[in-house]
C-alpha cells in the first residue's frame, strides 16, 4: 500500500497538465513520503502555495473537470469515472418548454366571451402549481404579459411570459423532456391565439470522449461501461456542436490517493482481503498437508507397534525352546563314550 502511495505522490496527477496548472504533483505543495514512508507536509511550502495561487491548489486536490468551451462546464463525476481528456460532441441542445400564440395584430385588445373576463389556467410541472389567470376585456399583449409574470412570480412558478413580436409567448425557465407547461381554457386561449395541451422541452445529446451519454435538461452525463461513466457536464449552447472542444477530468491528488487506498482495503476484492484470502488457503493446505503427513505416521507407527510386538512373540518361543533343550544338550553331553 506504501508503494502505491509512493506513486501517488511522487507522479503528476492524472488529467493535470503543466500548461494547465502550476500544480500536478504533492511535492508542488509539499505534501510527500518521509523516507520511513510517513505522510509529511511542509507547511511553508504548502502556504505559499496557498496564498499565490489558491485554485490551483483546489485543483491539485479535488476532483475536478476543465472544459475548453465557454459553454461546457463540468458538474459531476463518479467512482467510476476515469481521468482524461475527452471530446464533446452535441448533436441536440436542451430546450425549455414553451407555446407561441399566433399573430394577434399590433392593435389587439381582449375581447372576453361575455364581454367582462375569460379564465386561462396554466400549470407548471416543475413547481406543481396551476395558476388561473382572469384575462379582461379591452387589456392589450403588453399588459396581460405584465400580469401573467406578476401571477407567475406570486405562485413560485418556473415560467415567464414575453412578447414574440404580436404573439404571446409562454415559456418554462428549466430544461428538459420532464419540464412541461400545460394550458387549459377554451374562450380564453383561442382568444389570445393559444392551443391547448401539454407542451413539454427537450433533453441534451450528445457524446463525451467518442462513448454515449444520457441528457436531463442541459445535463449530460457518460453512459456505464466507459471511461467516462458518470462524468456530467452541462452544456448552456443553443444549438448543436459537433466540436464542442474538450472536458479534461482529474480525480485530483485526493481522489487518487483514496483511489489507491480503496484497491488496497476495499471489502470484497481489495488487495488486502485478496491476499488475506491467498494465505489462508495457503495455511489450509499446509494444515491438509500436516494432516495427512501425521496420518501416515500414525499408520507406520501403528504397523511397526505390531512388528514389535511379533518379534518379542517369536523371541519368547525361541527362549522356551532354548530353555527346553538346554537340559537335553546338557544330558548327551555327560554319557561316557564306548
Known amino acids: 500500500m506504501v508503494g502505491l502511495l509512493k506513486d501517488v505522490l511522487l507522479n503528476d496527477v492524472p488529467g493535470l497538465t503543466a500548461s494547465a496548472t502550476p500544480y500536478v504533483r504533492g511535492g508542488h505543495v509539499g505534501v510527500a513520503l518521509s523516507k520511513t514512508g510517513q505522510l509529511e507536509v511542509d507547511t511553508t511550502v504548502l502556504k505559499s502555495a496557498l496564498a499565490t495561487n489558491l485554485p490551483g491548489v483546489l485543483n491539485l486536490f479535488a476532483s475536478a473537470g476543465v472544459a475548453s468551451d465557454g459553454v461546457v462546464a463540468y458538474s459531476n463525476s463518479t467512482a467510476n469515472t476515469k481521468p482524461g481528456t475527452y471530446a464533446v460532441s452535441i448533436t441536440a441542445a436542451a430546450t425549455r418548454?414553451?407555446?407561441?400564440g399566433s399573430d394577434l395584430g399590433a392593435a389587439f385588445t381582449y375581447s372576453a366571451s361575455d364581454g367582462v373576463s375569460?379564465?386561462?389556467?396554466?400549470?407548471?410541472?416543475?413547481?406543481?402549481?396551476?395558476?388561473?389567470?382572469?384575462?379582461?376585456?379591452?387589456e392589450d399583449l403588453s399588459t396581460i404579459v405584465s400580469e401573467l409574470n406578476t401571477a407567475f412570480g406570486n405562485a413560485s412558478m418556473s415560467l415567464t411570459a414575453e412578447l414574440a413580436g404580436n404573439s404571446l409567448r409562454i415559456e418554462g425557465t428549466t430544461f428538459g423532456s420532464t419540464r412541461t407547461l400545460s394550458i387549459v381554457g377554451t374562450?380564453?386561449?383561442a382568444r389570445l391565439g393559444l392551443a391547448a395541451g401539454?407542451?413539454?422541452?427537450?433533453?441534451?445529446?450528445?457524446?463525451?470522449?467518442?462513448y454515449s451519454a444520457a441528457g436531463n435538461g442541459q445535463l449530460l452525463t457518460g453512459a456505464a461501461g466507459f471511461d467516462t461513466e458518470g462524468l456530467a457536464i452541462t452544456y448552456a449552447g443553443t444549438a448543436a456542436n459537433a466540436n464542442a472542444g474538450t472536458?479534461?477530468?482529474?480525480?485530483g491528488l485526493g481522489g487518487e490517493m483514496h483511489a489507491a487506498a480503496n484497491l488496497q482495503s476495499r471489502v470484497g476484492d481489495g488487495s488486502v482481503v485478496l491476499?488475506?484470502?491467498?494465505?489462508?488457503?495457503?495455511?489450509?493446505?499446509l494444515k491438509d498437508r500436516l494432516e495427512n503427513i501425521q496420518s501416515r505416521l500414525d499408520?507406520?507407527?501403528?504397523?511397526l507397534i505390531k512388528q514389535f510386538t511379533r518379534m518379542e512373540a517369536a523371541m519368547s518361543r525361541f527362549q522356551a525352546q532354548s530353555n527346553s533343550l538346554a537340559p537335553q544338550l546338557a544330558a548327551l553331553t555327560g554319557q561316557p563314550r564306548r
Open 275 to 285: 491476499q488475506t484470502n491467498v494465505l489462508g488457503r495457503s495455511i489450509d493446505l
Open 118 to 138: 375569460d379564465t386561462l389556467s396554466i400549470t407548471d410541472s416543475y413547481s406543481g402549481v396551476t395558476t388561473a389567470y382572469v384575462v379582461r376585456q379591452g
Open 187 to 189: 374562450e380564453a386561449t
Open 299 to 303: 499408520i507406520r507407527r501403528e504397523a
Open 247 to 251: 472536458i479534461r477530468f482529474s480525480l
Open 198 to 210: 401539454t407542451y413539454a422541452g427537450a433533453d441534451v445529446q450528445g457524446t463525451i470522449g467518442g
Open 97 to 100: 418548454a414553451s407555446h407561441t
